[in-house]
């Protein structure tokens, strides 16, 4: 592994040199990045320091701390005392006992290892963090490390795309599959978001991970999916820091006004780390077919349909050929489902593609009364009809829910007695039964009594849409029906106005549900 000279002291007391007696030898996470041919991960720094005086051996970064590693930091700190012409330690104190095992494996019993604390580590750690630190502000540039013209080149792709706007036609949730294979990017989803009004998107390794990301319900469990993930997003000047800031300045080509698009990218931990020029090159290409993507087809985008493109888009000095596909089912209906939870089964034959629910939904003790008409697939399974629900309430699926027939529970949950995913609303409002509840985020405690209207057959099997409505669906996380009744008696705010309803703006995005439940659900 690679060597690195890094500051040699570990304290500021004592002499700055080694005395030949004990060692302390610690593992130090880094938070910069390093770039191989195998990808990019943060190194771990392997370290031997001077018990008396402080004063640190040249540290060993390795990638994985291992019995094979630990013996290669041994044998470098071996021949740097013989170079420096001190004795070899009589004995190394380790903090943990894991990697004092993998030093006795190394040091073969010539020297005692003790587990006691090490201190002088975390000592050293702050001082290498400090001098890491110092008089580095963030930067487009990555201090200097980057070319003016990769620079200009992604702003000229976050502008392009920015003027495209794209969220106006795709869900985040809907993740366009994403790859180019001369950048190392096969499988992944890319998902188109807005924040305020200033738009962006970000880039995940796989559309599993974006799925787990708009399933998550714990912080634990968003940073888990966004591991080593990039982004893009638009800020005011004004939360930009003051590096960039006075940076943009000094750039002929960052836009005058207007919002600002910035990089963030994280590690494999989920946290923000320092950006690499694959960052750039891999972000600069999606954003450039995205632009195109959405420039071609924004017809059949705002319609719902599935589309698939393959664009030659350039970044950072070359060519490469990145396809985008959206829409398109996965090769199994039904692969992530649980197989230990049942279908909840309806009784007699599976309805035609055809056949066609409409639905009333009214939200439960509300006054003003707040319902929605709508007509959905009779084949869609409850976990397509759980993201009908999100949209026509004007929800952010921010919780848990469920839905209940008859005492028995439908849901994603493992502790659910049916799989939503496999349950199709056919199955559960068939002749003789009317009615179904679905129950969303447990605080609060929404729940929406759903009423079969009629059922009937299409000429063509539809995809869900909204017939009519009355009043806005409730805020998250309002205090549940007492907290909505006082914003109803508080009137309309510029947060939120109880008596807004645009069937027009559920029905362009109810344009696209039947193709994101398919893949979310």
């Known amino acids: 592994m690679s060597r690195a000279a890094k500051p040699s002291r570990a304290t500021n007391q004592g002499p700055s040199k080694p005395t030949g007696g004990e060692l302390v030898f610690g593992a130090l996470e880094l938070g910069a990045v390093v770039e191989e041919a ?43 005392v013989a170079r420096l012409g001190v004795a070899a330690p009589p004995r190394v104190r380790v903090a943990d006992e894991g990697l004092a095992r993998a030093l006795r494996t190394a040091v073969g019993g010539a020297v005692e290892v003790e587990v006691a604390a090490t201190p002088e580590v975390a000592v050293f750690g702050a001082l290498l963090q400090e001098w890491a630190t110092r008089g580095a502000p963030m930067s487009y540039f990555h201090g200097q490390a980057f070319p003016s013209e990769l620079v200009r080149e992604f702003f000229a792709a976050a502008l392009a795309f920015r003027k495209e706007q794209p969220w106006e036609l795709l869900l985040a949730e809907e993740g366009i599959l994403f790859d180019v294979p001369e950048l190392g990017v096969e499988g992944a989803a890319i998902a188109v978001i807005t924040d305020e009004g200033f738009g962006g998107l970000q880039i995940f390794p796989s559309d599993e991970a974006l799925q787990a990301l708009a399933n998550a319900e714990r912080e634990a469990q968003a940073r888990e999916a966004t591991r080593n993930s990039r982004a893009v997003m638009f800020y005011p000047r004004r939360q930009l820091p003051d590096s960039l800031r006075e940076e943009l300045k000094r750039l002929p080509f960052a836009p005058a006004t207007g919002p600002i698009p910035a990089i963030a990218a994280l590690d494999d931990r989920g946290l923000q780390r320092p950006l690499l020029r694959s960052d750039y090159a891999i972000v600069i290409a999606a954003l450039r077919a995205v632009t195109q993507f959405v420039a071609d087809h924004r017809e059949a985008l705002d319609e719902g349909e599935s589309v698939e493109a393959t664009y030659t888009v350039s970044c950072d000095e070359a060519n490469v050929t990145a396809s985008l596909r959206l829409g398109f089912p996965q090769s199994s209906e039904d692969e992530d489902s649980d197989a230990s939870r049942p279908a909840l089964e309806g009784s007699g034959p599976r309805p035609s593609a055809n056949s066609v629910h409409r639905l009333k939904l009214t939200l439960s003790g509300a006054r003003p009364a707040i319902w929605r008409l709508v007509e959905v697939p009779s084949t869609m399974t409850l976990a397509a009809l759980h993201r009908v629900l999100q949209i026509v309430m004007d929800w952010d699926d921010e919780h848990l829910h469920v839905f209940r027939h008859d005492g028995r529970e439908i849901g994603p949950s493992n502790t659910d007695e049916f799989d939503e995913k496999r349950t199709e609303l056919w199955a559960v409002l068939g002749p003789g039964a009317r009615r179904l509840r679905y129950n969303y985020d447990f605080g609060d405690d929404w729940v929406v009594d759903i009423e079969a209207v009629e059922v009937h057959e299409a000429e063509a099997p539809i995809a869900p849409r909204c017939l009519d409505g009355r009043r806005a669906g409730p805020p998250e996380d309002c205090g549940g029906l007492t907290g909505l009744h006082a914003l109803v008696r508080r009137g309309a705010t510029e947060d939120f106005d109880p008596a807004r309803f645009s069937i027009e703006a559920v029905n362009h995005r109810l344009a696209r549900v039947a193709r994101a439940s398919d893949r979310a659900a």
């Open 38 to 80: 195998g990808g990019a991960y943060r190194p771990t720094m392997l370290v031997f320091l001077d018990a008396a005086s402080g004063f640190g051996f040249s540290p060993h970064l390795v990638r994985e701390v291992g019995e094979a590693t630990v013996a290669e930091a041994w044998r470098g700190l071996l021949a740097e």
